[in-house]
Protein backbone atom coordinates (compact mmCIF):
# COMPACT_ATOMS: atom_id res chain seq x y z
CA UNK A 1 0.00 0.00 0.00
CA UNK A 2 3.10 2.39 0.62
CA UNK A 3 4.24 1.65 -2.75
CA UNK A 4 0.96 2.61 -4.50
CA UNK A 5 0.54 5.33 -2.33
CA UNK A 6 4.48 6.84 -3.44
CA UNK A 7 4.48 5.43 -6.89
CA UNK A 8 0.66 5.52 -7.86
CA UNK A 9 1.61 2.07 -9.19
CA UNK A 10 1.34 -1.60 -7.74
CA UNK A 11 4.93 -2.57 -7.09
CA UNK A 12 4.02 -6.21 -9.36
CA UNK A 13 1.02 -6.53 -12.07
CA UNK A 14 -0.08 -9.41 -13.85
CA UNK A 15 -2.62 -12.65 -13.78
CA UNK A 16 -2.89 -14.42 -10.40
CA UNK A 17 -0.14 -17.27 -11.23
CA UNK A 18 2.90 -14.32 -12.29
CA UNK A 19 1.99 -12.38 -9.07
CA UNK A 20 2.10 -15.00 -6.80
CA UNK A 21 6.03 -15.62 -8.28
CA UNK A 22 6.50 -12.06 -8.58
CA UNK A 23 5.87 -11.81 -4.88
CA UNK A 24 8.12 -14.79 -3.90
CA UNK A 25 10.72 -13.87 -6.29
CA UNK A 26 10.97 -10.76 -7.67
CA UNK A 27 12.69 -7.57 -5.98
CA UNK A 28 9.93 -4.39 -6.99
CA UNK A 29 11.10 -1.36 -8.77
CA UNK A 30 12.65 0.88 -6.69
CA UNK A 31 10.43 3.97 -6.31
CA UNK A 32 12.58 6.66 -7.24
CA UNK A 33 12.87 5.18 -10.44
CA UNK A 34 9.33 5.92 -11.25
CA UNK A 35 9.38 8.97 -8.90
CA UNK A 36 12.31 10.89 -8.26
CA UNK A 37 10.56 13.11 -5.92
CA UNK A 38 10.31 10.72 -3.60
CA UNK A 39 12.40 11.17 -0.83
CA UNK A 40 15.68 9.05 -0.22
CA UNK A 41 14.81 7.61 3.07
CA UNK A 42 11.19 6.99 2.27
CA UNK A 43 12.29 4.73 -0.55
CA UNK A 44 14.53 3.05 2.00
CA UNK A 45 11.55 2.90 4.15
CA UNK A 46 9.12 1.19 1.31
CA UNK A 47 11.42 -1.35 0.26
CA UNK A 48 12.91 -2.72 3.95
CA UNK A 49 8.95 -3.20 4.77
CA UNK A 50 8.74 -5.00 1.38
CA UNK A 51 12.16 -7.29 1.21
CA UNK A 52 11.91 -10.88 0.49
CA UNK A 53 14.09 -11.69 3.68
CA UNK A 54 12.42 -12.08 7.03
CA UNK A 55 15.86 -11.15 8.18
CA UNK A 56 15.85 -7.17 6.26
CA UNK A 57 11.87 -6.90 6.84
CA UNK A 58 10.90 -4.60 9.87
CA UNK A 59 10.01 -7.41 13.04
CA UNK A 60 7.29 -5.51 13.74
CA UNK A 61 4.48 -2.79 12.32
CA UNK A 62 5.47 -0.63 15.27
CA UNK A 63 8.93 -0.10 14.11
CA UNK A 64 7.55 0.43 10.59
CA UNK A 65 5.70 3.05 11.88
CA UNK A 66 8.74 4.54 14.42
CA UNK A 67 10.93 4.86 11.31
CA UNK A 68 8.03 6.66 9.19
CA UNK A 69 7.76 8.91 12.45
CA UNK A 70 11.48 9.68 12.13
CA UNK A 71 11.41 10.42 8.80
CA UNK A 72 8.29 13.15 9.35
CA UNK A 73 9.99 14.69 12.30
CA UNK A 74 13.82 14.70 10.21
CA UNK A 75 15.21 12.42 12.53
CA UNK A 76 17.86 10.13 10.72
CA UNK A 77 15.73 6.73 9.58
CA UNK A 78 17.28 3.37 11.27
CA UNK A 79 16.78 1.65 8.03
CA UNK A 80 19.65 1.58 5.61
CA UNK A 81 19.40 1.45 1.49
CA UNK A 82 19.58 -2.11 0.51
CA UNK A 83 23.40 -2.31 -1.24
CA UNK A 84 23.85 -2.51 -4.97
CA UNK A 85 25.05 -6.53 -4.17
CA UNK A 86 22.09 -7.80 -2.62
CA UNK A 87 19.97 -5.65 -5.29
CA UNK A 88 21.93 -8.20 -8.18
CA UNK A 89 20.06 -10.98 -6.13
CA UNK A 90 23.09 -13.18 -7.73
CA UNK A 91 22.99 -15.47 -4.31
CA UNK A 92 19.17 -15.71 -4.77
CA UNK A 93 19.91 -16.48 -8.24
CA UNK A 94 22.02 -19.20 -7.68
CA UNK A 95 19.55 -20.60 -5.53
CA UNK A 96 16.44 -20.97 -8.03
CA UNK A 97 18.68 -21.83 -10.88
CA UNK A 98 21.29 -24.00 -10.39
CA UNK A 99 22.01 -25.49 -13.34
CA UNK A 100 22.24 -22.03 -15.09
CA UNK A 101 24.72 -21.11 -12.05
CA UNK A 102 26.99 -24.18 -12.31
CA UNK A 103 27.30 -23.17 -16.53
CA UNK A 104 28.07 -19.87 -15.74
CA UNK A 105 30.68 -20.57 -13.04
CA UNK A 106 32.12 -24.08 -15.12
CA UNK A 107 32.53 -21.29 -17.74
CA UNK A 108 34.29 -18.47 -15.59
CA UNK A 109 37.05 -20.87 -14.04
CA UNK A 110 37.39 -22.89 -17.34
CA UNK A 111 37.91 -19.91 -18.87
CA UNK A 112 40.30 -18.54 -16.47
CA UNK A 113 42.37 -21.67 -16.26
CA UNK A 114 42.76 -21.36 -20.28
CA UNK A 115 43.47 -17.99 -20.54
CA UNK A 116 45.89 -18.87 -18.12
CA UNK A 117 47.72 -21.87 -19.21
CA UNK A 118 47.46 -20.29 -22.36
CA UNK A 119 49.96 -17.62 -21.44
CA UNK A 120 52.51 -19.78 -19.58
CA UNK A 121 52.37 -21.88 -23.09
CA UNK A 122 54.72 -19.09 -24.43
CA UNK A 123 57.08 -19.42 -21.44
CA UNK A 124 56.85 -23.26 -21.79
CA UNK A 125 57.76 -23.38 -25.45
CA UNK A 126 60.53 -20.64 -25.55
CA UNK A 127 62.34 -22.03 -22.80
CA UNK A 128 62.30 -25.71 -24.10
CA UNK A 129 62.74 -24.56 -27.67
CA UNK A 130 66.15 -22.37 -25.84
CA UNK A 131 66.92 -26.20 -24.22
CA UNK A 132 66.97 -27.83 -26.96
CA UNK A 133 68.62 -25.12 -29.13
CA UNK A 134 71.74 -24.99 -26.42
CA UNK A 135 72.34 -28.34 -26.34
CA UNK A 136 72.67 -28.57 -30.21
CA UNK A 137 75.14 -26.01 -30.21
CA UNK A 138 77.22 -27.23 -27.34
CA UNK A 139 77.31 -30.23 -29.27
CA UNK A 140 78.45 -28.60 -32.21
CA UNK A 141 81.52 -26.65 -30.36
CA UNK A 142 82.46 -30.40 -28.93
CA UNK A 143 82.92 -31.72 -32.04
CA UNK A 144 84.31 -28.86 -33.59
CA UNK A 145 87.13 -28.64 -30.41
CA UNK A 146 87.58 -32.74 -30.88
CA UNK A 147 87.96 -32.20 -34.89
CA UNK A 148 90.46 -28.96 -33.85
CA UNK A 149 92.71 -31.12 -31.66
CA UNK A 150 93.07 -34.48 -33.26
CA UNK A 151 92.89 -33.32 -37.01
CA UNK A 152 94.93 -30.05 -36.57
CA UNK A 153 96.85 -29.72 -33.58
CA UNK A 154 98.12 -33.46 -33.74
CA UNK A 155 99.15 -32.98 -37.65
CA UNK A 156 100.99 -29.78 -37.22
CA UNK A 157 103.02 -30.65 -34.31
CA UNK A 158 104.14 -33.58 -36.18
CA UNK A 159 105.77 -31.11 -38.49
CA UNK A 160 107.19 -28.95 -35.98
CA UNK A 161 104.56 -26.27 -35.50
CA UNK A 162 104.28 -25.02 -31.95
CA UNK A 163 100.93 -25.01 -30.52
CA UNK A 164 100.26 -22.53 -27.62
CA UNK A 165 98.47 -20.53 -25.61
CA UNK A 166 100.58 -17.07 -26.71
CA UNK A 167 100.64 -18.00 -30.36
CA UNK A 168 99.74 -14.53 -31.68
CA UNK A 169 103.36 -14.00 -30.32
CA UNK A 170 105.45 -16.73 -31.69
CA UNK A 171 105.62 -16.48 -35.47
CA UNK A 172 104.03 -19.72 -37.14
CA UNK A 173 102.41 -21.09 -34.22
CA UNK A 174 99.16 -22.09 -33.69
CA UNK A 175 96.75 -21.63 -30.68
CA UNK A 176 95.76 -24.47 -28.20
CA UNK A 177 92.33 -26.36 -28.32
CA UNK A 178 91.30 -24.00 -25.11
CA UNK A 179 92.49 -20.99 -26.58
CA UNK A 180 90.82 -21.44 -30.06
CA UNK A 181 87.64 -22.38 -28.20
CA UNK A 182 87.64 -19.21 -26.16
CA UNK A 183 88.82 -16.69 -28.56
CA UNK A 184 86.16 -17.78 -31.19
CA UNK A 185 83.70 -16.99 -28.01
CA UNK A 186 84.69 -13.74 -28.01
CA UNK A 187 84.52 -13.24 -31.72
CA UNK A 188 81.51 -14.87 -31.61
CA UNK A 189 80.18 -12.51 -29.18
CA UNK A 190 81.25 -8.95 -30.63
CA UNK A 191 79.87 -10.06 -34.40
CA UNK A 192 76.98 -12.34 -33.35
CA UNK A 193 73.20 -10.24 -34.19
CA UNK A 194 71.28 -12.01 -31.88
CA UNK A 195 73.48 -11.79 -29.19
CA UNK A 196 74.52 -15.24 -28.26
CA UNK A 197 77.39 -15.73 -26.74
CA UNK A 198 79.80 -18.91 -25.31
CA UNK A 199 82.62 -19.31 -22.90
CA UNK A 200 84.75 -21.55 -21.96
CA UNK A 201 85.87 -20.89 -18.17
CA UNK A 202 88.01 -22.46 -15.23
CA UNK A 203 88.38 -22.48 -11.82
CA UNK A 204 91.88 -23.23 -12.16
CA UNK A 205 93.22 -21.06 -15.47
CA UNK A 206 96.53 -20.63 -16.80
CA UNK A 207 98.62 -17.62 -15.01
CA UNK A 208 98.61 -15.75 -18.10
CA UNK A 209 94.79 -15.90 -18.55
CA UNK A 210 93.65 -13.24 -15.87
CA UNK A 211 89.97 -13.68 -17.23
CA UNK A 212 89.27 -17.33 -17.14
CA UNK A 213 88.03 -18.03 -14.09
CA UNK A 214 84.36 -17.55 -13.12
CA UNK A 215 82.90 -14.28 -12.84
CA UNK A 216 79.47 -14.50 -10.86
CA UNK A 217 77.83 -16.68 -8.75
CA UNK A 218 76.06 -18.63 -11.92
CA UNK A 219 79.64 -19.43 -12.74
CA UNK A 220 80.63 -20.22 -10.05
CA UNK A 221 77.44 -23.09 -9.20
CA UNK A 222 78.04 -24.45 -12.74
CA UNK A 223 81.45 -25.66 -11.92
CA UNK A 224 80.53 -27.09 -8.65
CA UNK A 225 77.39 -28.96 -9.85
CA UNK A 226 79.27 -30.14 -13.17
CA UNK A 227 82.22 -31.70 -10.90
CA UNK A 228 79.70 -33.50 -9.44
CA UNK A 229 77.27 -34.15 -12.21
CA UNK A 230 79.59 -33.76 -15.14
CA UNK A 231 77.23 -35.80 -17.31
CA UNK A 232 74.36 -33.19 -16.69
CA UNK A 233 73.73 -30.01 -18.33
CA UNK A 234 73.51 -27.01 -15.88
CA UNK A 235 71.22 -24.67 -16.84
CA UNK A 236 68.99 -21.51 -15.81
CA UNK A 237 66.82 -18.97 -16.72
CA UNK A 238 67.36 -15.44 -15.59
CA UNK A 239 68.26 -11.90 -16.95
CA UNK A 240 71.72 -11.45 -17.86
CA UNK A 241 72.83 -7.73 -19.45
CA UNK A 242 69.31 -6.82 -19.09
CA UNK A 243 67.90 -9.41 -21.07
CA UNK A 244 65.79 -12.56 -20.41
CA UNK A 245 68.33 -15.61 -21.44
CA UNK A 246 69.02 -19.02 -20.56
CA UNK A 247 72.55 -19.69 -19.40
CA UNK A 248 73.66 -23.45 -20.23
CA UNK A 249 77.02 -24.95 -18.89
CA UNK A 250 78.68 -28.67 -19.89
CA UNK A 251 81.58 -29.94 -18.70
CA UNK A 252 84.84 -29.90 -20.41
CA UNK A 253 86.55 -32.80 -19.13
CA UNK A 254 90.40 -33.88 -20.09
CA UNK A 255 91.19 -36.14 -22.99
CA UNK A 256 94.32 -37.76 -22.78
CA UNK A 257 95.91 -35.42 -25.04
CA UNK A 258 95.67 -32.21 -23.05
CA UNK A 259 96.90 -33.50 -20.09
CA UNK A 260 101.20 -33.66 -21.10
CA UNK A 261 100.46 -30.15 -21.73
CA UNK A 262 98.80 -29.19 -18.69
CA UNK A 263 100.53 -31.12 -16.19
CA UNK A 264 104.11 -30.39 -17.76
CA UNK A 265 103.34 -26.88 -19.00
CA UNK A 266 104.66 -23.95 -15.99
CA UNK A 267 101.85 -21.25 -17.10
CA UNK A 268 99.69 -24.11 -15.57
CA UNK A 269 97.92 -23.65 -12.01
CA UNK A 270 97.22 -27.50 -11.84
CA UNK A 271 100.04 -30.30 -12.84
CA UNK A 272 97.76 -33.57 -11.15
CA UNK A 273 95.26 -33.94 -14.19
CA UNK A 274 93.86 -37.00 -14.65
CA UNK A 275 91.73 -38.36 -17.62
CA UNK A 276 88.62 -37.82 -17.35
CA UNK A 277 88.88 -34.63 -14.77
CA UNK A 278 86.72 -31.80 -15.36
CA UNK A 279 88.73 -29.45 -16.25
CA UNK A 280 86.18 -26.16 -17.64
CA UNK A 281 83.02 -25.20 -18.45
CA UNK A 282 81.91 -24.49 -21.43
CA UNK A 283 79.09 -21.87 -21.37
CA UNK A 284 76.36 -20.75 -23.80
CA UNK A 285 74.37 -17.49 -22.96
CA UNK A 286 71.27 -17.19 -24.94
CA UNK A 287 68.96 -13.97 -24.99
CA UNK A 288 65.61 -15.22 -25.56
CA UNK A 289 63.96 -11.83 -26.00
CA UNK A 290 63.45 -12.11 -29.88
CA UNK A 291 61.90 -15.52 -29.21
CA UNK A 292 59.57 -14.25 -26.65
CA UNK A 293 58.70 -11.77 -29.23
CA UNK A 294 58.35 -13.77 -32.25
CA UNK A 295 56.10 -16.50 -29.93
CA UNK A 296 53.99 -13.79 -28.46
CA UNK A 297 52.85 -12.67 -31.87
CA UNK A 298 52.15 -16.13 -33.45
CA UNK A 299 49.78 -17.08 -30.20
CA UNK A 300 48.13 -13.40 -30.50
CA UNK A 301 45.51 -14.82 -32.41
CA UNK A 302 45.00 -18.06 -30.48
CA UNK A 303 44.62 -16.13 -27.91
CA UNK A 304 42.52 -13.48 -29.17
CA UNK A 305 40.31 -16.53 -30.67
CA UNK A 306 39.97 -18.13 -26.88
CA UNK A 307 38.93 -15.02 -25.33
CA UNK A 308 36.19 -14.15 -27.83
CA UNK A 309 34.85 -17.82 -27.31
CA UNK A 310 35.35 -17.43 -23.05
CA UNK A 311 33.37 -13.93 -23.05
CA UNK A 312 30.62 -15.38 -25.53
CA UNK A 313 30.00 -18.45 -23.56
CA UNK A 314 30.12 -16.06 -20.43
CA UNK A 315 27.30 -13.91 -21.95
CA UNK A 316 25.53 -17.08 -23.38
CA UNK A 317 25.35 -18.20 -19.64
CA UNK A 318 24.57 -14.95 -17.76
CA UNK A 319 21.47 -14.81 -20.62
CA UNK A 320 20.55 -18.01 -19.30
CA UNK A 321 20.62 -17.57 -15.55
CA UNK A 322 19.23 -13.48 -15.99
CA UNK A 323 16.65 -14.31 -19.02
CA UNK A 324 15.31 -17.88 -18.76
CA UNK A 325 13.77 -17.51 -15.67
CA UNK A 326 11.56 -14.74 -16.45
CA UNK A 327 10.33 -15.92 -19.47
CA UNK A 328 9.59 -19.27 -17.07
CA UNK A 329 7.04 -16.38 -15.22
Not at 247 to 267: E, F, K, L, P, V
Request: proline share 5%.
Amino acid sequence: MLYELLTGERPFRGNRRMLILQVLEDEPRPPRQLNDKIPRDLETICLKAMAKSHARRYPSARELADDLARHLSGEPIRARPIGRIERLRLRHWCRRNPVAASILIAVSLGSGVGLWHLSRLTQQLVQSTALEGAAQQAEMLDIVNALYTSQVVERVQSHGIVVTHDYARKSGAIPLPATFTIESGQLIGERSKTGMLFRLYSDTPFRSRQDGGPRDDFERVALADLRRRPDTPFSRFEVFQGRPSLRYATARRMQADCIGCHNNDSNSTRRDWKVRDVGGVLEIIRPLDRDIARTHEGLRGTFLLMAAVSGALLGLSGLVLVVWPRRLK
